[in-house]
């Protein structure tokens, strides 16, 4: 069992719509929790940053840390196609031997259609 | 510059040749990062260098795979005698804080695409 598991979908959704996406995972040292974007032939890009559990939200995007389930979500409102993209979990220790390396998950393939 | 910056973009390469992948990072970033993405994956942690130094290479595959960063900015990773297993997109990344505090900001660059035939 991996140690971050992740749907790859792909998913596909109609403009407009409320997007799910999540990740759980098993190790509980994870502390620091990570949504990247990436498009086709580019780097990952940091969407949202979480310590611990609780919610963030930054405009249409709140990414949500359950760690007594050990599972993240991230939930994008109002979708618009340039959502369409990879987007990848990835998580840290907070402190302690390779605290710095991120753990990612597959990745799920989102696709909003106009 | 104002992004991690990789080359080549996309490399194609015989079986068992030797490939050099460039990446410079964000000026004054102090930590960079190699990972590699296989097809449907997520990437994958090679190797950690904090200034010149590999701090942590426990992730690179075997040891036809070496990295090196001798100034403490532009990093090389090199991989002699290429397999077809090799074939990947490799990914640097570069932070300004090496350590995992919760500034560690990565930021990735877009990547080198291998393929070894």
């Known amino acids: 069992q991996k140690e971050v598991e992740q749907d790859p979908g792909p998913l596909s959704v109609p403009e407009g719509a409320i997007v799910s996406l999540n990740c759980t995972y098993s190790?509980?040292?994870?502390?620091?929790f990570m949504w990247y974007r990436q498009y086709s032939r580019k780097g990952p890009e940091l969407l949202m940053y979480?310590?611990?559990?609780g919610n963030k939200e930054d405009g249409r995007f709140t990414a949500q840390v359950d760690k007594s389930s050990k599972y993240i979500s991230l939930f994008i409102r109002d979708s618009q196609p340039s959502d369409s993209a990879t987007y990848l979990c990835?998580?840290?220790?907070?402190?302690?031997?390779?605290?710095?390396?991120?753990?990612f998950g597959k990745g799920t393939l989102l696709t909003v259609n106009p | 510059g104002a992004g991690v910056s990789q080359t080549p973009s996309n490399k194609v390469t015989e079986k068992g040749k030797y490939v050099e992948l460039r990446c410079d990072p964000i000026?004054?970033?102090?930590?960079l990062y190699w990972y590699r993405q296989s097809l449907g994956q997520g990437p994958e942690f090679l190797i950690y260098?904090?200034?010149?130094?590999?701090?942590?290479d426990s992730g690179l595959p075997n040891d036809r795979f070496f990295a090196v960063r001798p100034e403490g900015s532009v990093s090389t990773l090199k991989i002699q005698r290429t397999e077809r297993g090799d074939s990947a997109v490799y990914l640097c990344?570069?932070?300004?804080?090496?350590?995992?505090?919760?500034?560690?900001?990565?930021?990735f660059g877009a990547g080198s695409r291998l393929t070894v035939l």
């Open positions: 990344a570069s932070s300004l804080i090496s350590k995992g505090s919760g500034a560690n900001v990565l930021t």
């Open positions: 190790n509980s040292a994870f502390q620091y």
């Open positions: 979480t310590y611990s559990s």
């Open positions: 990835a998580m840290r220790k907070g402190s302690g031997g390779s605290n710095y390396k991120l753990t």
């Open positions: 000026s004054g970033h102090t930590a």
């Open positions: 260098f904090q200034g010149t130094g590999a701090a942590d």
